[in-house]
């Protein structure tokens, strides 16, 4: 059921589209609006106006693969001490979780920003590895300690990426057929509506900004009908509040400046180009993968598989749906997850558990 005060509006935005009278499929990129979508109930309402909505790869502890798991638990097992967003502490790798090390007197830490790692560097004087996670939006935290003078025992172990390579890819690949995306509103804050340009140009998808209240999502969706209709696809800012053409000039300075882009595999894809973000030769000195390249060695030279079963990496490119994995809410719980999906409070499979679409499964 529908739980927004303005009801009448969104009642008139689903009538509207219900009007083009066909069928749309839209994907959008971000674990915030999977929260909206499913807590507030539109997907719902969408389905009964014909229009489906996927989730794409918008969460970076989902995309994150079992070996970049794999290298942080190695990190801590060998004494550093290894600090991290909440999500990571408790997503699978092949040898058990950063929390299980933690578990067993390892120095595993949660912060809650890139300036507490330094804090805990500056107090501990220990070699102290940040794991940097996230797209455009966290990735500018970790720049701004790497650019003020960070203390010699603080290292990042990057695991940013970049989102566009991502949907170029979706798009590429082909498995799921397209009207338009629903483009993330904290990344394009930083990155800008012109950096979806390029989708429009060189495949013809119609594209909105869009917020994160539920009227956004409405708004959003009936934009992109409107232009699938007309055949006029372009990109629309409908986060214009917040999200400007040109995006956050200084943040994507910082990024230019501490980072390189790499080719790195995504959880569920193949290696997309240009789509990592590794620390430039400038900061070497902070590189946790240079400096402790005798750890993670064995751990890049290994071959890691995904859970049997799980299809985290199908929900990711909008293959599947949550409910339509095998292990959704049979063995694969939030308090026993098997994929990084059900663990991260953007994974797809955890929010639609929280949100009562428990599922049985196929």
Known sequence: MFRYRDKALAERIIREIKDFDRHFTFMHVCGTHQDTLVR???DSLFKEANVEIRQGPGCPV?????????????????????????????????????????????DVRIVYSAEDAVAIARK???????????????????????????????????FHRFTPPALKAIIDMGEVKLDGLIEPGHVSTIVGVKAWEFLTKDYGISQVVAGFEPIDLLMATYMLARQVVRGEPKIENEYSRLVKYEGNIRAQSALREVFRTVDVSWRGFPTLPDSGMELKKEFDGHNARLLFEDVLEPVWKTEFRDPPGCRCGDVLRGVIDSTECPLFGKACIPSNPIGPCMVSTEGSCNIMYRYGRKGVGP
């Open 40 to 42: 507030h109930g539109l």
């Open 62 to 106: 989902c995309v994150t693969t079992q070996k970049e798991i794999e290298e942080a638990m190695a990190l801590a097992k060998a004494g550093k001490t290894v600090v991290s967003y909440g999500d990571m502490m408790r997503v699978p790798g092949n040898t058990g979780t950063l929390n299980d090390i933690k578990s067993k007197g390892g």
């Open 124 to 158: 501990t004087g220990k070699d102290t590895v940040f794991l940097g996670v996230g797209f455009e939006t966290t990735a500018p935290g970790t720049a701004a300690i790497l650019l003020d003078n960070p203390p010699e025992n603080l290292s990042v172990l990057s």
